[in-house]
């Protein structure tokens, strides 16, 4: 469905693309935003589509990047939320799930936050190869610069970062930019996870039974398929190093020698690895947070960095992780 607008012109009804104002995209329209008959979509940065993933990222139902725009992983954020609460969803935001959402709406989705020395100062990894042997000589893959680092920070793209300071620089201390308020939301020990492959999504769940959290996610490769079956998380190690396998012949990649990648949240694995029982599985972050959902992974379940460090802190070894449906 596309973001629309009615016109009438000489009793004809046109149906016109939805593109925000820069009056919208204010902090204070878009905290006071209201659905209407302008539709959000996946194409153009609405400002309900952005309280709307806001809120979903505070009550656990991730949308992957808040990017502002009505796409895949945030319907599915938005269809975990409203089969929670017994809510029919089809793909379009109603007034039904909607007026359910805001019920959690306890503070304002966007904030100020000032540009610190500490997110300026890097180091940072300007130039990233695509191709991961290319990688293996460097250091260590760390952001590329301080605008990347504030928009992972608050679980936000960076052409929503600048669209909301547009005339802002990103890498001066002391600037007051306009960030989403996203809540630093611990997790209850989670004691079982299920992994649905047909999906794309990842479903956590607590001790008493209840969701613990829901994040989309990539699965599977036609390389390395993701299994079936259940597994168990072995370990959880943050900021970790790639081991390439050779015997996976991952597309793209030649060579036919083993190699390290140095840690950092550019690595392939990103910033977390959750080690899983099967050979060389695992449910890990990624370099690239808009891919998620939408490009196939190398085998493993690959989320937003931080949906995996906030999964990674909720698990020990033992936990069972179910593989349901195809890929």
């Known amino acids: 469905m596309c973001g629309v607008r009615t016109l009438i012109l000489a009793g004809l009804i046109c149906w016109l693309p939805y593109v925000a104002s820069a009056a919208e995209l204010e902090p204070e329209s878009i905290n006071s935003a209201e659905l209407s008959a302008d539709i959000p979509d996946d194409s153009n940065i609405h400002a309900v589509t952005i309280k709307a993933q806001v809120l979903l990222d505070r009550a656990g139902f991730s949308p992957g990047e808040i990017d ?49 020395a500490e997110d300026v100062k890097g180091p940072f990894t300007s130039r990233i190869p695509t191709k991961m042997e290319d990688m293996k000589d460097l250091p260590a893959l760390n952001y590329r610069n301080p605008q990347e680092a504030i928009a992972e920070k608050f679980h936000m793209s960076e052409e929503l970062l600048k669209a909301l300071n547009p005339k802002t620089r990103l890498d001066q201390i002391g600037q007051t930019i306009t960030v989403a308020a996203v809540i630093s939301r611990k997790l209850e020990p989670v004691v079982r996870i ?23 996610a990539s699965i599977g490769s036609e390389e390395k398929p993701t299994p079936s079956g259940t597994l168990k998380v072995v370990v959880v190690r943050p900021h970790p190093t790639y081991r390439y396998n050779p015997d996976y012949k991952f597309k793209g990649v ?43 992974s190398h085998g493993c379940v690959r989320l937003t960095n931080w949906d995996a460090q906030n999964l990674g802190a909720a698990v020990k070894r033992g936990v069972p992780v179910k593989f349901v449906g195809d890929t």
């Open 254 to 296: 030649r060579s036919k020698l083993a190699f390290t990648i140095k840690p950092g949240p550019n690595n392939p694995v990103g910033s977390v690895w959750i080690e899983l029982s099967g050979d060389g599985y695992g449910i890990h972050g990624t370099p690239e947070p808009a891919k998620v959902s939408k490009t196939e």
């Open 68 to 116: 502002g725009k009505l796409g895949q992983n945030a319907k599915k954020a938005l269809r975990a939320f409203a089969e929670i609460n017994n809510i029919s969803f089809n793909s379009i935001l109603t007034g039904e799930v909607w007026a359910k959402l805001k019920e959690t709406a306890s503070a304002p989705v966007l904030t100020t936050y000032k540009i610190s």
């Open 194 to 216: 299920e992994v649905d492959k047909t999906q794309q999504t990842v479903k956590a769940y607590a001790k008493s039974g209840a969701l613990a959290a829901f994040y989309p």
